[in-house]
């Protein structure tokens, strides 16, 4: 039987996923997107955080940034109305099956951090 959209593959191990914590936060984000015609294109944007540990963040967003991206995301601090810069590389992407087929929709975005 062929695997749905809904049917994700499970890590053999939860080790690494044991020291994450529920962060449901917006976040701020900025990407840089090099062009061929032009020096380099900055989007900024907004997107929700989901989780969060020592090692990166899942994201949910409105766009699928391309694995290797690098974003500057304000990672949330105890005090809300601050946030601490942070590069992080986009690991992996994964579209939600919802939304409209034309590829417009929300996307979890799996982020490491940079250090």
């Keep these: 039987m062929g695997q749905t959209e809904w049917e994700w593959p499970m890590a053999v191990s939860q080790k690494s996923h044991s020291e994450r914590a529920a962060l449901l936060r917006e976040i701020r984000y900025e990407m840089t997107r090099p062009l061929k ?4 294109l900055t989007h900024s944007g907004q997107a929700l955080s989901l989780n969060i ?60 951090f940079m250090f």
């Design 53 to 112: 540990s020592s090692g990166g963040m899942l994201l949910l967003m409105d766009q699928s940034p391309e694995v290797e991206q690098v974003l500057k995301i304000c990672v949330p601090t105890p005090i809300l109305l601050a946030g601490t810069p942070t590069l992080a590389e986009v690991r992996w992407t994964k579209r939600l099956p919802l939304g409209k087929p034309n590829g417009s929709g929300m996307y979890f975005v799996g982020l490491r």
């Design 37 to 40: 015609s032009s020096p380099s």
